[in-house]
């Protein structure tokens, strides 16, 4: 995403959906893996307009804020329902990019700040700053899959009791990350 914002070949509201992922990215370099058709990966490109680049950090925040109100909300829908796993804990945010449920981890955020080639029909560039942001959530597959990690995981289908339709679920995620980071730009 980063190279083709900076060619000019995408624009910011640029959305990619990967099935599985094999050379994931996360915090100090450190490589990821996921399963093919369980999970959900998703990078996102933010427009920055409007926001100063000095906020730009503060964009993480909100994501991880609203992801949560969304993990939260499917949450106590299974528990109305009887479906939910009581002992996993409640889903919270650790700041600033991870989402766990109890001490489990089943949400990570990965932001940087990059510059989009935005080419005008004169053929003159400009470059403008935006987000490139990138989730991986532990959806469908099953928290014995990642023992090898040697710490706390969970994943969306033990904390619901139930699958979850990753489509519905990206759907919810956007709306809602469009909301928020729309009233951070507006408000702060």
């Not at 914002?5 to 990967?18: D, F, K, M, R, S």
């Not at 939260?72 to 528990?79: A, M, P, V, Y």
Request: hydrophobic share 40%; net charge positive.
């Amino acid at each position: 995403m980063k190279a083709r914002a900076a060619a000019g070949e995408i624009q910011p509201g640029t959305l990619y959906v990967a099935d599985t992922q094999t050379a994931g990215r996360g915090r100090h370099e450190r490589t990821w893996a996921s399963p093919a058709g369980q999970n959900l990966y998703f990078n996102i490109l933010i427009p920055l307009e409007e926001i100063p680049l000095a906020s730009a950090p503060q964009v993480t925040q909100v994501a991880a804020l609203t992801f949560a109100e969304v993990f939260k909300s499917l949450q106590d829908e299974s528990n109305a329902h009887g479906l939910g796993n009581q002992s996993v804990g409640k889903v919270t945010v650790k700041w600033p990019n991870d989402i766990l449920c109890g001490k489990s981890k089943f949400c990570g955020i990965l932001a940087e700040v990059v510059y989009v080639n935005q080419v005008q029909h004169d053929s003159s560039g400009q470059v403008h700053p935006a987000i490139s942001m990138g989730v991986g959530i532990n959806v469908n597959s099953s928290p014995l899959d990642y023992a090898h990690l040697g710490r706390a995981v969970t994943t969306l289908k033990d904390i619901t009791g139930r699958p979850v339709n990753r489509e519905k679920l990206l759907q919810m995620l956007i709306a809602n990350l469009e909301r928020a980071v729309g009233q951070f730009r507006a408000f702060g």
